[in-house]
């Protein structure tokens, strides 16, 4: 079974910045797009950021211009860049193949708010 642990979450403070990462366990990991899921108590998952093998990205709407998906083949791991963040953005963030195909990891919460 593949193996996908989130990490870097946490509790900031809105404007603030943070970086969530994705370490998968297998190396197949270099040929697959990647996504960023987040759900909100009572919301359905929502992707939110996706990059493919070669590194094009496309993002949800609501976070253009303020996170940036980005990932690095040789450690097996996604990044998200999160800045700007808005108390809308608070949710457990999770990562997974680009459509969803693989077993839900933990997640990692990140909370919003003043």
């Known amino acids: 079974q593949v193996q996908l642990v989130e990490s870097g979450g946490g509790l900031v403070q809105p404007g603030g910045s943070l970086r969530l990462s994705c370490a998968a366990s297998?190396?197949?990991?270099?040929?697959?797009?990647m996504g960023w899921y987040r759900q909100a108590p009572e919301k359905q998952r929502e992707l939110v950021a996706s990059?493919?093998?070669?590194?094009?990205?496309n993002y949800a709407d609501s976070v253009k211009g303020r996170f940036a998906i980005s990932r690095d083949n040789a450690k097996n791991t996604v990044y998200l860049q999160m800045n700007s963040l808005k108390p809308e953005d608070t949710a457990v963030y999770y990562c997974?193949?680009?459509?969803?195909?693989?077993?839900w990891g933990q997640g990692t919460q990140v909370t919003v708010s003043s």
């Open positions: 990059i493919t093998s070669y590194g094009i990205t």
């Open positions: 297998r190396s197949i990991f270099r040929l697959w797009s």
């Open positions: 997974n193949k680009g459509g969803g195909e693989l077993s």
